[in-house]
């Protein structure tokens, strides 16, 4: 115990989470009862989550304390390095200064343990023993299954039918960790069972999977149900992530002009960016801060700022966030953790309140960066993370036009070495860029209920 005390001070792992949302200068609007649209209250959450992470998901306190034995497994990972591209830079031949926070280095490869760990923390202390939860391509239910089995949880994971056929290895991953892992849409659910009668064949979806792990915890007093994005509390979670770059900046003496981050749910995106947007708000700073996402599903770019429910099925509270509708389906591109109709509700705030620049962009030129980025600094990023190299490459040969010293800093969220059938099509010839027409998202948005 001594010796982790002491590893920990050396390694300078955040005490606190950051919590962005008393220093906003506005106020976000509560989720709504989609009966009576009436603002529902903490306790509408309560069969789903622990009273704690329903706690944190309403706090006002701007610092929630980090528990000892959530950093003593954070510590197993974190810090997690921050790099200067220098290579990139001179690839570039920009005088622009490239860093990026890697949280490829966790044991799942990307930054959701942050969150993953305090919930299942959570759950355990308040005598939980089960937890449930949808994964698309496996990202974070391989995160919550290490989670689980680290503080001892038992975890089930309903994986969307396709990808547990076409991705086998985070499904082998997840059951290394312990996990159960299920086929969604499965015969042990009411939500299952209802889509296998009307299409045994279904491939399933996030959507009905999220319908699946809900209904699971719901009917099962000993489970509960984890998210692994876009609510408050999982954002705070990341925040780890943004005061660590805080404090390298500074060590490596340096400021960022711009924060760059991949925005599918918010999560990574607002775990960079806010410890940075509350020097801006402070009056410090004046750093730009940019999300970048697919131009196939152009949530903040071209979604409206509107009450929208969260899955598919339409069953969640409604969430006022930048959304293209519940009922659109985004094109299936690579980079599956950024095809979300929807958005976190603070960073969609953040974007309307003109705090938070976003930008979009396709398929092939995101891959582009991604190889050159790997080529460069020898990591492969994942495919969501391309757009965040992408848009940083574009911002570095804008500085290098301007003839500017630009400090810009990006989150590499996670790498990329369960998505190699991804660059093999990439490099084999190119993708499609699967783009909406403006038409085909005025349906998906008129679609939005009120
Ligand atoms: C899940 C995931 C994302 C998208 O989720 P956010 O909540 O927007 O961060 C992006 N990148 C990687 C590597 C992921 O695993």
């Known amino acids: 115990m001594q010796q982790t005390k002491f590893l920990l001070d050396e390694k300078r792992i955040p005490e606190s989470w950051y919590n962005l949302v008393p220093d906003l200068p506005f106020q976000l609007e509560p989720p709504l009862n989609p009966a009576t649209r009436e603002p529902v209250g903490p306790e509408a959450f309560a069969p789903i989550f622990p009273e704690e992470i329903i706690r944190q998901e309403v706090t006002a306190e701007p610092y929630v304390p980090i528990p000892e034995e959530v950093r ?21 031949d920009t005088p622009a200064h490239i860093y990026y926070k890697y949280e490829g280095v966790s044991p799942s490869g990307s930054h959701k343990p942050n969150t993953a760990v305090p919930q299942a923390f959570y759950n355990k202390q308040e005598g939980v023993r089960r937890l449930t939860t949808e994964t698309g391509a496996g990202q974070w239910g391989s995160s919550l299954a290490f989670a ?63 319908s699946e792990a809900v209904e699971d915890a719901v009917k099962n007093d000993d489970a509960k149900y984890s998210l692994g994005s876009v609510l408050n509390h999982v954002l705070l979670h990341q925040t780890v992530i943004g005061q660590e770059a805080l404090e390298q900046m500074e ?9 760059v981050g991949c925005v599918g749910g918010g999560s990574n995106f607002g775990g960079i960016a806010f410890p940075f947007i509350r020097e801006n708000l402070k009056g410090n700073k004046d750093t730009r801060i940019i999300g970048v996402e697919p131009a196939s599903c152009p949530t903040l770019t071209k979604g409206r700022y509107v009450y929208d429910f969260g899955d598919t099925a339409g069953t969640t509270p409604m969430m006022k966030m930048y959304t293209l509708g519940h009922s659109f389906v985004p094109s299936g591109i690579h980079a599956g953790g950024l095809r979300y109709h929807g958005d976190s ?53 804008e500085a290098r036009e301007a003839g500017e010293e630009k400090t810009i800093l990006f989150n590499l969220c996670g790498h990329g070495h369960f998505d190699f059938s991804a660059y093999e099509q990439y490099l084999a010839g190119g993708l499609v860029n699967l783009e909406h027409s403006d ?12």
């Open 72 to 92: 003593e497994i954070y510590a197993l990972w974190r810090p997690t390095p921050l790099f200067r591209a220098r290579r990139l830079e001179k690839l570039l």
């Open 148 to 210: 689980c089995e680290t503080l001892g949880l038992d975890c089930t994971v309903y994986m969307v039918k396709v990808s547990y056929g076409q991705k086998p290895y985070r499904r082998i991953m997840m059951e290394t960790y312990g996990a159960e892992v299920h086929a969604s849409p499965t015969d042990l659910t009411q939500a299952g069972r209802d889509i296998l009668e009307q299409d045994p064949d279904s491939p399933g979806s996030l959507g009905i999977a999220i």
């Open 345 to 397: 509700p603070i960073v969609s705030a953040l974007v309307h309140e003109g705090l938070v620049e976003a930008r979009a962009y396709a398929q092939n030129p995101t891959f582009e960066a991604g190889v050159a980025f790997a080529r460069a600094e020898g990591i492969v990023p994942a495919p969501e993370v391309t757009h965040a190299i992408k848009a940083t490459m574009d911002l570095a040969l």
């Open 439 to 450: 038409e085909e998202i005025e349906r998906a948005v008129a679609g939005i209920p009120g």
């Open 251 to 259: 060590l490596a003496g340096e400021y960022p002009d711009v924060v």
